[in-house]
């Protein structure tokens, strides 16, 4: 009988780094989908235009949502040890973070609770214990 090989230990740490990041992407594009003009206007009194925020933040929040879903997904197959999958997660999620750095006025300590764990995830599934799992 064949010994089941066990997955590395950085490989699970950035499969639940990318999660977080992913789940943190996606409340927070629910949250700027759903924001209406009454609420920015009790958040703040003087706003010029409140309907071009509104259309701002939807657009922040859709792409935030679609992101998050992506990275949810491909973090999956990048968990099971498809080295395809682990660059374009890779890829994506440094593609991610300068979004986030980007827009960091619009979105505020989202963007950290986001760029951290996305960043220390590209880290941990290049690290050299972590390539025989992607090697196979």
Excluded: H
């Amino acid at each position: 009988m064949e010994i089941a090989e066990r997955r590395p230990t950085v490989v699970t740490a950035a499969y639940w780094l990318w999660f977080v990041a992913a789940v943190v992407c996606v409340l927070m594009g629910l949250a700027y989908l759903l924001v209406t003009e009454e609420a920015l206007l009790t958040a703040r009194e003087n706003i010029d235009d409140v309907g071009g925020l509104v259309n701002l933040l939807r657009m922040y929040g859709g792409i935030s949502l679609i992101s998050g879903l992506f990275v949810g997904v491909l973090s999956g197959f990048a968990r099971k040890g498809d080295p395809r999958f682990r660059r374009s997660l890779v890829a994506f999620s440094i593609m991610l973070a300068i979004f986030q750095i980007a827009t960091i006025s619009v979105s505020g300590f989202y963007a950290v609770a986001i760029v951290v764990p996305a960043i220390t995830a590209c880290v941990l599934v290049y690290r050299p214990a972590a390539q025989p799992w992607f090697e196979r």
